[in-house]
């Protein structure tokens, strides 16, 4: 295993992240989930990252397998989300949370603490005030923000001296080197990087056309039209670079992600043994620099391709009238497109995606209505008077 260091830190390139614990993808075996994580530690992996918005389980399982270890790793969890989409950055808020995660994680501290996601209405700098003061208290040891916009997370930067920032970062989902890149840069901080195998797009022995039901990928942009047709090309390309490497898709998927100094750590969500394996030889070897540079000349052009067939669908879906039916993944599409290319803020967004969430429990009657009237906004951003 490599280690990138940062601000005294030492951090394993392969870190494991625990989204998974919360159900999204799945029901996870405990037993098989605690074996995984006790292996990660002997092959070298020393950054584990959570969140008590993924369940109670999901600390608890974690700080129970790695009590043994507990002064050889590094733990990360995050405060911000309250409850489903509410969202609470008060010092109150941030205490009572962090309290809840040091008891189940049963640690004294928290290594880095993560803002999870933006909370409106509570000013970046009394935030900043409670992480600095948990600082001081010894409770954190550093703090770091994550899914958040770029303007949200600089007010972040401007005002505190977040440890890192944390986004999603893989071949198939690479706005974030547009989008936070830059910001890394000018305030010498380092990115933390998930879903860095795009949700097994990159991992997958073959894409399924669907997953069962309550797996969150049904709904998930990176697996609907253009942009999924558009990570398939992307994964043969590094498919056929792993044979002839003698590398797995994930490897590959995964070392392309570190190939980016920018990046502390790469975070994958291995459940099982033979899948952490894997992803841990991601670490320790380069992609030789010319089928570096040859790959980025594909993604590049992938890039200019994707944004116009993401537009183009987009104006096709929404200037066509509402059936009601099967609405909220095309709409999602849409929304993420809109939001891809600069026509909505994220902030403007997030009330959207809530009210095309809701679109699923309502009657036919009044979800056509509901549709339509989503429909006409989004389509007003793209077409504005």
């Given at each position: ?80 989300v309250v409850e489903g989409t509410k969202f609470d950055l008060t010092s109150r808020s941030i205490r009572t949370f962090l309290e809840r ?93 998930f879903s860095v195998t795009g949700r097994g797009m990159l991992a997958f022995k073959s894409v399924p056309e669907s997953f069962p039901p ?115 993944t095309t709409l999602i599409y849409a929304l993420d497109t809109l939001i891809e290319l600069g026509f909505i803020k994220e902030k403007e ?37």
């Amino acid at each position: 295993m490599n280690y990138r260091t940062h601000r005294g830190f030492r951090v394993s390139e392969i870190g494991i992240g625990c989204y998974a614990l919360s159900g999204v993808y799945g029901h996870k075996d405990q037993d098989e989930f605690q074996q995984m994580v006790r292996r990660a530690v002997e092959l070298g992996v020393n950054f584990f990252d959570t969140a008590g918005s993924y369940g109670e389980e999901a600390e608890e399982l974690l700080g129970k397998s790695l009590a043994p270890f507990r002064k050889n790793v590094l733990i990360s969890t995050k405060v911000g989300v309250v409850e489903g989409t509410k969202f609470d950055l008060t010092s109150r808020s941030i205490r009572t949370f962090l309290e809840r995660s040091l008891k189940r994680l049963k640690t004294d501290w928290i290594d880095i603490l993560q803002v999870h996601f933006d909370d409106p209405d509570t000013p970046v700098q009394d935030t900043v005030a409670t992480l600095e003061a948990l600082k001081n208290e010894g409770k954190i040891l550093q703090y770091g923000v994550g899914h958040l916009p770029p303007e949200r997370a600089l007010e972040y930067l401007e005002i505190g001296k977040p440890f890192s920032l944390m986004f999603e970062l893989s071949a198939v989902s690479r706005s974030a080197r547009q989008r936070f890149f830059p910001l890394l840069e000018k305030y010498e901080i380092k990115g933390i990087a998930f879903s860095v195998t795009g949700r097994g797009m990159l991992a997958f022995k073959s894409v399924p056309e669907s997953f069962p039901p309550g797996d969150l990928r049904n709904y998930d942009p990176l697996f609907q039209r253009d942009l999924r047709a558009s990570g398939m090309r992307v994964r043969q390309k590094l498919d056929e670079l792993a044979r002839n490497l003698g590398k797995t898709l994930a490897q590959v998927a995964i070392a392309w992600v570190l190939s980016h100094p920018q990046i502390i750590c790469a975070l994958c969500g291995p459940s099982t043994v033979p899948h952490l394996e894997e992803n841990v030889k991601a670490s320790g070897w380069q992609i030789p620099p010319e089928e570096l540079r040859k790959l980025e000349a594909l993604l590049e052009e992938e890039d200019k391709r994707l944004a116009r067939e993401r537009l183009e669908t987009t104006t096709q879906i929404l200037s066509a009238s509402s059936s009601g039916e099967t609405e909220s993944t095309t709409l999602i599409y849409a929304l993420d497109t809109l939001i891809e290319l600069g026509f909505i803020k994220e902030k403007e967004g997030l009330p959207l995606y809530l009210r095309i969430m809701r679109l699923d429990g309502m009657p036919l009657n009044e979800k056509r209505g509901a549709s339509q009237s989503i429909k006409d906004e989004l389509l007003s951003y793209l077409n504005p008077v």
